[in-house]
């Protein structure tokens, strides 16, 4: 930084200092980092300050004084993106606005069906808090303790309940958010049913914070599935997972809430991160599936499950299984799924993917592109895993073994083109459910129609004509304007 770009960043933190009041603002270095470092810790940026509002109204005064300043805003939840998303890359003209104080849960309506949160509640806390009133929240993801519902909702979260409830953009009725012109758009109507007109509150679900900040939530309830049978199975393929997925999704009545796909190799790369987790299950199948029911009220889970793996298996289609026997033995099997994903950081820098297909065309897809990666990077072992029920894979790919740093990035260059090469031919999504951010915007760029192209700029320069929300993030919309 020049001591001229110095002089201004510390004229404009002192600015909002003064006008925001101590509390709020962090400009401190070295309390910035965390919230300018991204969850795996690849990359670290600056910014001008951190905002911490406590209500609606400072979120909308902050946003008012940024415009006055010629400061954009990188809103953030729990930083627990994996596309950077919700960190700044212009650390002299862009803040940082946390909602990590917005954290009050506003109701809770069992007759209802219901609940409105403050956007910075985090996903487990309001999930128990929903829980102790006999309701469900069903969105659940490995980061659960730490993203927060603004978050979630901005990036349109998936996770691993969704092939029965669906993504957050159906787990929710209304949002609250400060538009940026500092406005407050509200939204947050508990209402199941409501035709008037354009559906606005759409615009902001995952958006990535590029069209305001949501500071509250509407959520849709369910009743607390107090039944739950969790199953690791041993398979011969992802060809047979999937028939096993069709099959279940008839079978179990649409009960299902979980069907998660692993290869063997899962085993290794979970107990590296956890030397100590049982593996209840011979390790030598070549495909695993991490399989749940849920249910409540009238309905016998468990006896559904029995009959269920007694069929299937007697067809050959599960070659091995094992049914956890207490909810400890259950969280057990869910740690080898995130066990396995910490054994992959373990590994050093790698490549990570999100994609999805048609379910038809997974296990082809999965063969196409771990051959394209094969044949383009010598020694790459591919990690293929994830919610398959939702055609979404996460392709990893851990660089060959003895790589230095340079050649690592090199070879996770040459895997992800391999990959996307193939996901084109597939008509594929780069993006199953992490969003766009910074990380894949040129390949979303690249990927756009034109008319999608002039949509989306439209409608960006329509509600923030002034480009003050995380610019940089899903497209370049200054070169569009
Ligand atoms: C271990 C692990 C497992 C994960 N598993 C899954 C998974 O199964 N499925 C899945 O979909 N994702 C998963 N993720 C990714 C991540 O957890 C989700 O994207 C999550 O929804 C992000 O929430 P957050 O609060 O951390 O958001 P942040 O990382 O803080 O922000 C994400 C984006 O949303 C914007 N944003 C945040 N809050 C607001 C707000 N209030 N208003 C406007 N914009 C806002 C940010 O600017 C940024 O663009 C996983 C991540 C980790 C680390």
């Not at 969280?331 to 999100?354: C, P, S, V, Y």
Request: aromatic content about 4%.
């Amino acid at each position: 930084m020049t001591s001229e770009s110095s002089a201004l960043v510390a004229e404009r933190q002192a600015a909002l200092r003064t006008q925001l009041g101590e509390d709020i603002v962090l400009s401190d270095a070295e309390e910035l980092v965390r919230y300018c470092r991204d969850w795996h810790g690849d990359v670290t940026s600056g910014a001008v300050a951190v905002l911490r509002p406590r209500s609606t109204e400072q979120v909308a005064q902050a946003v008012r004084l940024c415009r006055e300043l010629g400061l954009s805003i990188v809103p953030q939840g729990g930083n627990t993106g994996l596309v950077l998303g919700g960190i700044p890359d212009e650390e002299q003209s862009q803040v940082v606005l946390s909602l990590e104080r917005m954290n009050k849960i506003r109701q809770i309506d069992s007759d209802d069906f219901s609940a409105v949160v403050d956007a910075g509640c985090i996903l487990s806390e309001l999930k128990d808090a929903i829980a102790e009133k006999g309701m469900f929240f069903p969105l659940a993801l490995g980061a659960q303790g730490t993203c927060r519902i603004g978050g979630n909702v901005s990036t349109n979260a998936g996770g691993i309940n969704v092939l029965r409830y669906g993504m957050t953009r159906e787990l929710i009725f209304g949002l609250e958010v400060v538009l940026p012109d500092g406005s407050i758009f509200d939204g947050l109507s508990t209402l199941r049913k409501d035709n008037r007109g354009i559906d606005l509150k759409q615009l902001f679900i995952g958006a990535e914070g590029t069209l305001g900040i949501i500071t509250a939530v509407s959520l849709k309830l369910t009743p607390y599935p107090d039944q739950v049978a969790t199953a690791l199975l041993g398979l011969a393929s992802l060809d047979d997972a999937i028939k096993l997925f069709r099959r279940a999704r008839r079978d179990c009545c649409d009960l299902m809430s979980a069907f998660e796909f692993m290869p063997p190799l899962a085993f290794t790369l979970a107990k590296e991160a956890m030397p100590d987790l049982p593996i209840p299950i011979a390790a030598d199948y070549p495909a695993y599936v991490l399989m749940e029911i849920s249910g409540c009220g009238l309905v016998d889970i468990d006896d559904l499950m029995g009959r269920f793996l007694e069929s299937v298996m007697e067809d050959g289609l599960v070659l091995d299984g094992t049914i956890a026997a207490s909810q400890s033995q259950a969280r057990n099997l869910w740690l080898i799924r995130e066990g396995m994903n910490e054994g992959q950081a373990k590994r050093g820098m790698h490549l990570r993917t999100d994609v999805s297909v048609k379910l038809s065309e997974l296990a082809a897809f999965v063969a196409d592109a771990e051959a394209a990666v094969e044949a383009a990077v010598t020694g790459a072992i591919c990690v293929s895993y994830g919610h398959v029920g939702d055609g979404n894979v996460h392709l990893n790919v851990l660089p060959a073994e003895g790589a230095t740093a340079d050649e690592r990035i090199e070879q996770i260059y040459k895997a992800k083109v391999a990959i996307n090469g193939v996901l084109d031919r597939y008509q594929g999504s780069i993006s199953a459910e992490h969003g766009i951010g910074r990380l894949k915007r040129a390949d979303f760029e690249a990927r756009l129609s034109p008319v999608r192209r002039q949509l989306l700029t439209s409608l960006k320069h329509a509600i923030d004509p002034d480009l003050v929300m995380n610019p940089g993030c899903q497209l370049n919309f200054s070169a569009n304007s």
